[in-house]
């Protein structure tokens, strides 16, 4: 998991390289447009003020951005990019707020709790059936941590490959929704080759300027942890959900 040590490396690699790539990578932009008036010139100079007047400590420790792929648990056909913002609370546990895009009109879109392989194997049956494993998207190329060296990344990526995820989704804004329509959703990552979407894939790897496929053969040497059984549990037809109670549909 990834600890406070390897933590802090990235963001020293970070500031090191901003100047020269940028820690963010290529933009992306939110696919839709939030209703409502324009923004007031009191609100923006509020907004200026509070910036510059409070302290945000759980925002600024928000300093890893990792981008990914995920797809409704029980519907691999919808899939979308996950632009994860990630800090680690200790060596075992680490969270994110995950956004549709990497720029200021960002809409949040949902969060991921990550925990190392001990504190998943501590999970009750029931409990393990709503996460997911990492091994396949830090093998195959797809989770990566844009703007940073490619040996901290490489780093980053062994300490995550053997974790568990369990997310969800609160604004659906693939889908067209200019609000955050219906209930939560649990999504899941892949498992396997030929699942994600290759488009998906291009599309991103196009805009930030990386080749995933480069990056699958630069990580052959991490170590491929046998997966708990009680995770990806959508393989095996266990598939839960909450029923949205207005109709919606995801």
């Known amino acids: 998991m990834p600890g406070k040590s390897v933590h802090g490396t990235w963001a020293m690699f970070c500031a090191a390289t901003v100047a020269l790539a940028g820690c963010a990578g290529g933009n992306s932009h939110s696919p839709v447009d939030a209703p409502g008036a324009a923004k007031s010139p009191t609100t923006a100079t509020l907004e200026a003020g509070a910036g510059i007047m409070q302290n945000k400590p759980p925002l600024q420790a928000l300093d890893t951005y990792l981008d990914g792929f995920h797809f409704y648990n ?65 093998k195959s190329g797809q989770l990566v941590a844009p703007g940073i060296p490619e040996v901290a990344e490489t780093r980053l990526m062994k ?72 995770a990806d549990a959508w393989q095996k037809g266990k598939i839960w959900q909450i029923k949205d109670p207005t109709g919606h549909a995801h």
């Open 74 to 138: 029980g519907r691999m056909s919808g899939q979308m990019e996950a632009h994860h913002y990630c800090t680690a609370l200790n060596e075992e546990v680490f969270q994110c707020a995950i956004f549709d895009a990497n720029t200021a009109k960002a809409k949040l879109m949902g969060v991921e709790y990550i925990i190392s392989k001990r504190l998943f194997e501590g999970l009750p049956a029931a409990e393990k059936q709503l996460w997911h494993s990492h091994v396949h998207e830090v």
């Open 159 to 230: 300490n995550l490959v053997g974790t568990y995820g369990k997310t969800w989704h609160t604004w659906h804004t693939e889908q067209g929704n200019a609000l955050p329509y219906g209930v939560p959703q649990l999504m899941m990552g892949f498992t396997a080759d030929g699942q994600v979407d290759s488009q998906l894939v291009h599309e991103r790897d196009r805009r930030m300027g990386i080749d995933s496929e480069e990056k699958k053969r630069a990580r052959e040497s991490i170590d491929a942890p046998a997966i708990d059984p009680g």
